[in-house]
């Protein structure tokens, strides 16, 4: 059974950092992304590794970066410079199907979906 664990959410001001992580057991990270969402809204592509290349979404290009830490099979997603537009939950994914992909911002080219963790932005 494969789960995702999200954690390091929280409130923070503009122009502060959070570090969001995803921890996996029953599967192994290799393609995987970050989503977020508001209420109301649909999920919103932030961020992928799809096989060797990194994505981000260009309202967030600069100040995000995915990482993978291969021994503790967990991922993170450092926010930088945070806006009040970021303000989200934020979801970790993880794709579990081989095969080729290309639309890496879409989310139902995952399989696997973290509970979520809010993260709120003040101005």
């Known amino acids: 059974q494969v789960q995702l664990v999200e954690s390091g959410g929280g409130l923070v001001q503009a122009g502060g950092s959070l570090r969001l992580s995803c921890a996996a057991s029953g599967l192994t990270f290799y393609n995987y992304g970050w989503f977020r969402q508001t209420p109301g809204q649909e999920r919103e592509f932030v961020a992928a590794?799809?096989?060797?290349?990194?994505y981000y979404a260009e309202s967030v290009k600069g100040r995000f970066t995915i990482s993978r830490d291969n021994a503790q099979n967990t991922v993170y997603l450092q926010m930088n410079n945070l806006k009040p537009e970021d303000t989200a939950v934020y979801y970790c994914?993880?794709?579990?199907?081989?095969?080729?992909?290309?639309?890496?911002?879409?989310?139902?080219?995952?399989?696997?979906w973290g509970q979520g963790t809010q993260v709120s932005v003040s101005s």
């Open positions: 590794k799809r096989h060797s290349s990194l």
């Open positions: 994914a993880a794709r579990g199907r081989n095969g080729y992909y290309s639309d890496y911002g879409q989310p139902r080219n995952y399989d696997y």
